[in-house]
């Protein structure tokens, strides 16, 4: 069974960065054709997808959050990790890890959800 825990700081100031980590048990994030992605859901709002990193490290974002977003892995920890710079209040959601197949979804594994919330 694959689960997948988030966590991070929680409250962050407008203009920091924001590094939320995932890590990974059951299963490894360089099992090959997984692909581990970050979504976020502001308040009242759907999910948006944020980027990504393959089981070969290759990474992809979302072309709106691309200039803000690196998402790495620690291999010897079965993590990985996004980091969302300048943010604003804008950025306040629960932010979730999942894993797929493609990509671009669906989701087979999802994390519980972690909330960050940009405030001064």
């Known amino acids: 069974q694959v689960q997948l825990q988030e966590s991070g700081p929680g409250l962050v100031k407008p203009s920091q960065t924001v590094s939320l980590t995932c890590t990974v048990s059951?299963?490894?994030?360089?099992?090959?054709?997984?692909?581990w992605s970050w979504i976020r859901q502001p308040p009242g709002k759907g999910l948006e997808w944020i980027g990504y990193?393959?089981?070969?490290?290759?990474?992809y974002y979302s072309p709106s959050l691309k200039s803000r977003t690196t998402i790495s892995r620690d291999t010897s920890k079965n993590q990985f990790t996004l980091q969302l710079s300048s943010v604003a209040p804008e950025d306040t959601a629960v932010y979730y890890c999942?894993?797929?197949?493609?990509?671009?979804?669906?989701?087979?594994?999802w994390g519980q959800g972690t909330q960050v919330t940009v405030s001064s």
């Open positions: 999942a894993r797929d197949y493609t990509g671009w979804g669906p989701y087979d594994y």
């Open positions: 059951g299963g490894s994030i360089t099992s090959s054709s997984y692909y």
């Open positions: 990193i393959g089981y070969s490290g290759s990474t």
